[in-house]
C-alpha cells in the first residue's frame, strides 16, 4: 500500500506509524537486515584491529595511585611515528564509518521507496562527498555552540569560585548539542533523496525539522527506549533460555535496533518532504 501526498504538501505525520513502519519493515527484511548488521560488525572490528594494531596502554588498576604516572610513562612512549599512525587511522575510521552511515540510509530509503534491503546499498559513494562535508560542517556547529555554554559555565564558575556553574555549562551544552542534532537529523535523507549540495541539504533538514520538532524529539527519545528495551528483553529471555538463548536472542536485537531507527526516519524524511511512502 502507497501512502501518496496532495500537491506535493506533507501527509499527516505521526511518530506512531513511523516507529510502526520501522518495526514492520525491520521483521519483513529481517534476514538481510542481519546479514548487513553482520557485515558492519565484521568491517567495524577488522578496521579497530588494523588502525589500533599497536593497542592501547594498559594500566595496572590494582594501583591506583600510581596510574597517573603509568599514563606519563606510556604517552612518553609515543614516537612521532606512532602519533602519525594513531591519527591515520582515526582519520580512516572516520571515513569508514561515515561512508557506511550513508550506505545505511541509503538501504532506508530504498525499503521507503518499495524496494528490500539490498547489500549493495551499502558499497556506493554516491552522495558521499557531499555528506562527509555536511558531516564535518554539523560537527563543527555542534561542537561550537556546545563549547560556548560549557566554556562559559567553566568561566563563571571560576570567577565566582561556584563549580555547581561548570555543571550548570556542560548541562545546557550537552542539551544544546542534541536540539541542534536533532535539526540537522535529515540531512543524508535530503543528499540522497533531493540530491541537496552540502549546505542546501543542511538548510532543508532544518526546514523538515522545525515544524515538527516536538514530534522528531518525540521520535528520537522513543527509539532510544525501545532499543534498550530490545536490548534488555534479549539478554533476559537469553539468560532465562540457559544462556543458549542469547544466541538466538542478541542477533534478533541488533537487527531490530538496525532496522527501526533506519527505517523510521526514512518514512519520516518521505513524509515530510511530501514524497509517498511504501
Not at 250 to 265: D, E, H, N, Q, S
Request: aromatic share 12%; net charge positive; hydrophobic share 55%.
Amino acid at each position: 500500500m502507497t501512502m501518496e501526498t496532495t500537491g506535493g504538501a506533507p501527509a499527516a505525520y505521526r511518530v506512531g506509524d513511523a516507529i510502526g513502519f520501522g518495526w514492520k519493515r525491520s521483521w519483513r527484511n529481517f534476514w538481510w537486515l542481519l546479514l548487513v548488521a553482520v557485515i558492519l560488525s565484521v568491517i567495524s572490528g577488522v578496521a579497530n584491529t588494523v588502525f589500533n594494531w599497536q593497542g592501547t596502554p594498559q594500566y595496572d588498576l590494582n594501583n591506583p595511585a600510581d596510574i597517573g604516572n603509568q599514563m606519563l610513562s606510556g604517552a612518553s612512549d609515543l614516537s612521532g611515528g606512532r602519533i602519525v599512525l594513531l591519527l591515520i587511522g582515526l582519520v580512516v575510521q572516520v571515513f569508514v564509518a561515515t561512508f557506511f552511515g550513508l550506505g545505511v540510509v541509503r538501504i532506508g530509503l530504498a525499503v521507503a521507496t518499495g524496494d528490500r534491503v539490498r547489500v549493495g546499498h551499502l558499497f556506493s559513494f554516491v552522495g558521499y562527498g557531499r555528506y562527509l562535508a555536511a558531516t564535518i560542517i554539523v560537527g563543527i556547529i555542534v561542537s561550537v555552540a556546545a563549547g560556548i555554554l560549557i566554556g562559559g559555565g567553566v568561566a563563571i564558575a571560576f570567577a565566582r569560585n561556584q563549580i555547581a556553574w561548570a555543571a550548570i555549562g556542560l548541562l545546557l551544552g550537552v542539551v544544546l548539542s542534541f536540539v541542534v542534532s536533532l535539526f540537522f537529523c535529515l540531512f543524508a535523507y535530503a543528499i540522497l533523496g533531493e540530491n541537496a549540495p552540502n549546505l542546501s541539504s543542511l538548510s532543508r533538514s532544518w526546514e523538515l525539522v522545525k515544524p515538527r520538532f516536538w514530534a522528531i524529539l518525540g521520535l528520537q527519545i522513543l527509539i532510544a527506549l525501545i532499543v534498550i528495551g530490545i536490548f534488555v528483553a534479549a539478554i533476559i529471555l537469553g539468560v532465562l533460555a540457559i544462556c543458549i538463548g542469547l544466541l538466538i536472542t542478541i542477533p534478533i536485537a541488533i537487527t531490530l535496533t538496525y532496522g527501526i531507527p533506519t527505517f523510521a526516519y526514512a518514512y519520516t524524511y518521505r513524509v515530510l518532504s511530501g514524497q509517498p511512502v511504501s
